[in-house]
């Protein structure tokens, strides 16, 4: 499976069958409000925070929101890999690639300065 696939897999989610999923900043933005964020302590040399799956408030609006940051973000490469990122207010937000149903968290990251 050459990258072009691979990033086309993620950004279509596996079982999003391609539909647009629409979200206005309004729900983003509540969703990240009302997302509890957990830093990530094992990896301090790489400051990032995550939200659960588990726990979110919205189960369905985290699954819309994944599948939102890999149709409308952008690609740039971590290491050896390649993530699809979103940026809102400040901080860029990523997944870690797995199918839709596996997905089980959402990373996010202050933004630098350019």
């Known amino acids: 499976m050459g990258k072009g696939e691979v990033v086309s897999e993620l950004r279509t989610g596996h079982r999003n069958n391609g539909a647009a999923i629409e979200l206005t900043m309004d729900e983003l933005q509540e969703f990240v ?15 990032h925070e995550y939200t659960l799956r588990a726990k979110a408030p919205d189960e369905k609006l985290f699954q819309r929101v994944v599948l939102y940051i890999r149709q409308v973000g952008y690609e740039a490469n971590y290491r050896l890999a390649t993530y699809i990122y979103l940026d809102i207010d400040g901080w860029k937000y990523w997944t870690m690639g797995a199918p839709i149903e596996d997905t089980t968290l959402i990373n996010r990251a202050k933004k630098q300065p350019a």
């Open 33 to 47: 409000r009302t997302s509890p964020w957990t830093f990530a302590r094992t990896m301090p040399q790489i400051p």
